[in-house]
């Protein structure tokens, strides 16, 4: 009988660093996992905060070649001009210095 009870501890004792080992591996694979998905979000928002300036800019040049004057206010951009973005992930703001000034423009990220 005390040969079974120290066999079956050994053998609870051989498990356990292997079990050790497959936790350790197990939370390595998820930081890993975790540091990619933090990167391709924050790739994501790059590109995305690059697109609204370039469309920004574009919508401010086409106004300007079109009706002579550039927009009096972001709200005449998204109106006449259709831009759209994510007002809960971007801040604009747009500072119209005189109809043939170009305008100040600055795009903030908000932080979530």
Partial sequence: MPDT????????LKKIPGLAWTILLFVLVMGIFLFAVTNISEDTADREETA???????AIVNCYCVEGTYPPSLDYIKTNY?????EDIFFVDYRAIGSNLLPDVTIVRKEQ
């Fill in 5 to 12: 009870q120290f066999g079956k501890r050994k053998s609870i």
């Fill in 52 to 58: 609204l300036t370039t469309a920004l800019n574009r």
């Fill in 82 to 86: 259709g831009l759209i973005y994510d």
